[in-house]
């Protein structure tokens, strides 16, 4: 496992945007699946669930609700890999992470990770 640090997130208005970036503090993520997650502190969204994810060849997955609206890519040579927040509404504010591993398998569930990064906090006012 990858450990990764999470950059981005901030206070945007309903129907805003927000890019969210995700780095390796050490290592590389050219070959790594990895992951967005997110987790609300109140709400029906508490426990940390799966947002996006991209594979090592750019394939990507979205969880329904964000389907049309984020964007998740990755750029090699610069080794991060971003989340584009696009209309976003109250119900999208909470705490977003990312986490890398070999398997896209592995990172489509947040049970699977035991290490975390700080996360970085969207808060989407209405």
């Known amino acids: 496992q990858v450990r990764v640090v999470e950059s981005g997130g901030g206070l945007v208005q309903a129907g805003g945007s927000l890019r969210l970036s995700c780095a390796p503090s050490e290592g590389t993520l050219e070959n790594a699946a990895v992951g967005w997650f997110r987790q609300a502190r109140q709400g029906p969204r508490q426990e940390r669930e799966f947002v996006a994810a991209i594979d090592w060849n750019g394939e990507q997955f979205y969880e329904n609700s964000v389907k049309g609206r984020f964007a998740i890519s990755r750029d090699y040579a610069k080794n991060m890999v971003f989340l584009q927040l696009n209309n976003l509404n109250p119900e999208d504010t909470a705490i977003y992470y990312c986490?890398?591993?070999?398997?896209?398998?592995?990172?489509?569930?947040?049970?699977?990770?035991?290490?975390w990064g700080p996360g970085t906090q969207v808060t989407v006012s209405s």
């Open positions: 986490n890398a591993h070999r398997s896209i398998a592995w990172v489509a569930s947040a049970s699977n990770f035991e290490t």
